[in-house]
T-cell receptor, first 113, second 115 residues
Framework: DADVTQTPRNRITKTGKRIMLECSQT?????MYWYRQDPGLGLRLIYY???????NKGEISDGYSVSRQAQAKFSLSLESAIPNQTALYFC????????????FGPGTRLLVL | QKEVEQDPGPLSVPEGAIVSLNCTYS??????FMWYRQYSRKGPELLMY????GNKEDGRFTAQVDKSSKYISLFIRDSQPSDSATYLC???????????????FGQGTILTVHP
């Protein structure tokens, strides 16, 4: 089984809808991250969490919210989706000692119509 | 201006060629430098990382960091079709400060190695 899983893998939604992307990990890491990837822009950090009680905004947090339900679970929500949130979303984890090594999930491809 | 700049390519080379991938950066606080590889429809995975300046070699891959020029490179020798992927550079500062623990990624370079 994969160490970092994301659901759903693909999602089509309409403008204004609320959607949630979920991430689970079995690596036992404290640190979890949400990124979006757009062509020509690379990976941009949306939110990150260093433990269950610690949530921090990344460089592009507007329009997004997160919930760290447990050490192993980190969810990303789009409260009212808009077309420019169409992107590939990745969850990642790392431990304190090896922050350079982030383990990524397979990604969620989101299309907002 | 982005903190990390990477030529997105695409880069297409014949099998066996030497490939050079590069990133420049503006934040002098960056101390850890990484290269991630991302195959199509997959998440990125760490390929190599180096601390501060110098070279690091791992098989056909060599990572170089020149902090005086704020420039990092990844060289791939004897490139193979299986090396075809997107390569992303990433970096972070040392401990402390608001950037601690966060990676800043380049835009990624799409590489195709054709037989």
């Amino acid at each position: 089984d994969a160490d970092v899983t994301q659901t759903p893998r693909n999602r089509i939604t309409k403008t204004g809808k609320r959607i949630m992307l979920e991430c689970s990990q079995t690596k036992g890491h404290d640190r979890m991250y949400w990124y979006r990837q757009d062509p020509g822009l690379g990976l941009r950090l949306i939110y990150y969490s260093f433990d269950v009680k610690d949530i921090n905004k990344g460089e592009i947090s507007d329009g997004y919210s997160v919930s760290r339900q447990a050490q192993a679970k980190f969810s990303l929500s789009l409260e009212s989706a808009i077309p420019n949130q169409t992107a590939l979303y990745f969850c990642a984890t790392s431990d304190f000692a090896g922050m350079e090594t982030q383990y990524f999930g397979p990604g969620t491809r989101l299309l907002v119509l | 201006q982005k903190e990390v700049e990477q030529d997105p390519g695409p880069l297409s080379v014949p099998e066996g060629a030497i490939v050079s991938l590069n990133c420049t950066y503006s934040n002098s606080a960056f101390q850890y430098f990484m290269w991630y590889r991302q195959y199509s429809r997959k998440g990125p995975e760490l390929l190599m990382y180096t601390y501060s300046s110098g070279n690091k070699e791992d098989g056909r891959f060599t990572a170089q960091v020149d902090k005086s020029s704020k420039y990092i490179s990844l060289f791939i020798r004897d490139s193979q079709p299986s090396d075809s992927a997107t390569y992303l550079c990433a970096m972070r500062p040392n401990a402390g400060g608001t950037s601690y623990g966060k990676l800043t990624f380049g835009q990624g370079t799409i590489l195709t190695v054709h037989p």
